[in-house]
C-alpha cells in the first residue's frame, strides 16, 4: 500500500477544509443578514442540528472511529477490505433507513430536548416542520461518512474533503434563489438540507468508484467482523452520545434567552473556521496512519506522526485562540452586523466567541490524542472520560446559568474540552513511548506560547490604533485586514526569531516520502 504523508495530507484536507468554512461562513454571513437573530433563525438552527447531531456518532464519529482503523488494518494486510466496507455500508444504511423514519415521527419530542424554552413559542412549530423537512439528511451524510472513511484509508483525500464545500455552495445558491424570487427564506434553507445530502452522496459515490471501489446496495447481513465492528464501535456510540449530550444542554440553556441559540451559532461558526482546518484535519489523517502504523510494527514512525500532528496543531491553534479571544468584538462587530444583525447580537456573539476560542487549543488536542486509543482499538476509555466532561459540562452550565445566562453554555464547553484533553493525555501514557512526547516538542512548546502572547500584545494595540477605521462603514474590511495581518505578521516575526518553529521542517516533511 502506498504510505500516507502525514503533513502533506494534513495539509491537503486542512486547505479544502478552509475553502469550505470560508464558503460555510459566507453562508451564515448571509442567513444572518436576512435573518439576523430572529425567531425564524433560532428555529431553524435548532432543526438543522438535529441530523448533525447525531451524524456525529452514527457516522463521523463513532462508527468511523471504529470502523477506519479496522478497514485501514485489512489494506495494510491485503485481506479483503473491500467486503467488510460493503457490509458495513449496508448494515449502516439499514439502521439509518429505519432511524430516520422514527426520527422524522418523533420531530416534536426531538425540538423540546434541543430547546424546551421555544415550548409555547412560535419558534416550536417552525423548528418541528424545518426539522421534518431535514432530518433525512442523516441518512445521506452518515453514507457520505463511511465512503469518505474509504477514500481516507486509501490516502485520497481531496474528494472527500470537497463534500462541505459543495453543501455550502448549494446554501448560498438556494438563499439567493429565495431572496430573487420571493420564497420563505426558512422553508427553502429546510428543503435545501436533505438536497444537499442527496448531492453529497451521489458525488462520493462517485468518487469511491472513481477510485477503484465499487459500492453496490444490498440486504444488511450480520458477519464476523461486522460483529467486531459492533462491539468496537458500541462504546464509542455511547461516547458520541455523551458529547451531544453537551451539546444538548447548552442549547437547552441558549433556549431560555431570546436570540441566545443563534448568537452561539454564529460564534460557533467562527471558532469553528480554526478547528476544522487544522483539528479536524488532523484527526481525519492521523486515525488511518497511525492504525496501519500499528499493524506494520512501526512503533517510531507512529510516534513521530503523533509528535509532529501535535506540533502542527498547536502551531496553527494557540494563536488562533489567542486572537478569538483577544479581537472577538471587531471580528464579530465587522464580519457580522449587518441587516437584521444589530449591535446588542454584537455583543453577546463575541462574548461567546470569547469563551469558545479559550477552549480552541483543547479542542484541537481531542483530534490529536483520540487516534492513539480508536488505532488501538481502545473505544471504552473515551467513553468513560467522555462521561466524566459530560458532568463538569452539565454542572458548569445548569449551576452558572443564573449568574452568567446563555454565556455559562460556551463556558461549559470550554472548561470540560480541557478536563477531556487532561484525561486522553493521561490515560495515553500507559501506551509507552510511542504515545510520548519528543524533545523537539517538548523544547518547542513552551516557546509557541510565548509567541502566541506576544502576537495577542500587538492585536491589542493594533486594535486601540484601528479603531476609527474599524467603525467606519465604507473602511472597516481594510481595518479588519491590517488587524488580522498586524496579528499574522507579528506571530511569525517572533515565532521565527525564539525558534518556536521553522517553516522549513513542514516544506521538507511535504517534499519527503516515506
Known sequence: ?????LIRSIVTVGGWTLLSRGVGFA???????YLGAGPVAEAFLIAFSLPNMF??????????????????????GGEDAAKFARDAFSGLAGVLVLFTLLGTLAMPWLVWIMASGFANDARFDMAVTFGRIS????????????????????????????VPVLMNLMFIAAMLM???????????????????????LAFTWISAHRAGFHMGLALPHMTPDLKRLARIAAPAVLAGGVVQINLVVGRQVASFTEGAVAWLSYADRLYQLPLGVVGIAIGTVLLPDLSRRLRAGDLEGGRSSFNRGAEFALMLTLPAAVALVVIALPLIEVLFQRGAFGPDDTANTALALAAYGAGLP?????????PLYYAREDTRRPFIY??????????FAVGLMPVLGFFAAALATTVSAWVMVWQLWRGARGMGDAARFDARFRSRLPRIIMASVGMGV??????????TLLGSPGWRYLGLALLVGSGIVSYFAIGGLIGAFRLGDFASALRRKR
Not at 457516522?59 to 468511523?64: L, Y
Not at 439528511?137 to 483525500?157: D, K, M, T
Open 1 to 5: 500500500m502506498k504510505p500516507i504523508r
Open 27 to 33: 453562508r451564515d454571513v448571509m442567513m444572518a443578514a
Open 55 to 76: 451524524r456525529r456518532f452514527f457516522a463521523e464519529g463513532a462508527f468511523n472511529m471504529a470502523f477506519v482503523p479496522m478497514f485501514a488494518k485489512k489494506l495494510e
Open 135 to 162: 432530518f433525512s439528511y442523516i441518512l445521506f451524510i452518515s453514507l457520505v461518512a463511511l465512503l469518505s472513511g474509504v477514500l481516507n484509508a486509501f490516502g485520497r483525500f481531496t474528494e472527500a474533503s470537497f
Open 178 to 200: 429565495a431572496d430573487h424570487w420571493g420564497w420563505d427564506m426558512g422553508l427553502t434553507l429546510a428543503w435545501t438540507v436533505p438536497v444537499t445530502g442527496v448531492a453529497q
Open 362 to 370: 483543547a479542542f484541537v488536542l481531542h483530534k490529536v490524542l483520540q
Open 386 to 395: 467522555a462521561m466524566v466532561a459530560m458532568l463538569v459540562n452539565a454542572g
Open 458 to 467: 500587538v492585536l491589542w494595540l493594533a486594535w486601540l490604533m484601528l479603531g
